[in-house]
Nanobody, 121 residues
Framework: QVQLVESGGGLVQAGGSLRLSCRTSGNLFLVNDMAWYRQAAGKQRELVTSITRGGGENYADSVKGRFTVSRDNAKNTVYLQMNSLKPEDTAVYYC???????????????WGQGTQVFVSS
């Protein structure tokens, strides 16, 4: 069994910062790519950023230069540092990880429960 638990969301004023964390636990033979998605009210879930096990990063254009993803492989944790937040960043942020639970089982995607970020203007 695998669990992803996010933390760090909350209410912040425009221009402020938040840092999200997502810790994975359970049967973790290998944690591959990790990512952050977000879903605003009435909109589809979208990819915010992803990071490979080796540290390769990818960002949505809307967050480039403001958000930074990082991971600690020893702790199986991924972080999202969000700076210069805007009201349009308001959303539920979800952690995603591609995980092999054993050498005999194909990797699959797992999701956290989400953490709310609200940016006031």
């Amino acid at each position: 069994q695998v669990q992803l638990v996010e933390s760090g969301g909350g209410l912040v004023q425009a221009g402020g910062s938040l840092r999200l964390s997502c810790r994975t636990s359970g049967n973790l033979f290998l944690v591959n790519d990790m990512a952050w998605y977000r879903q605003a009210a009435g909109k589809q879930r979208e990819l915010v950023t992803s990071i490979t096990r080796g540290g390769g990063e990818n960002y949505a254009d809307s967050v480039k230069g403001r958000f930074t993803v990082s991971r600690d492989n020893a702790k199986n944790t991924v972080y999202l540092q969000m700076n210069s937040l805007k009201p349009e960043d308001t959303a539920v942020y979800y952690c995603n990880a591609n995980i092999m639970t054993s050498i005999a089982v194909m990797a699959k995607d797992y999701w956290g429960q989400g953490t709310q970020v609200f940016v006031s203007s």
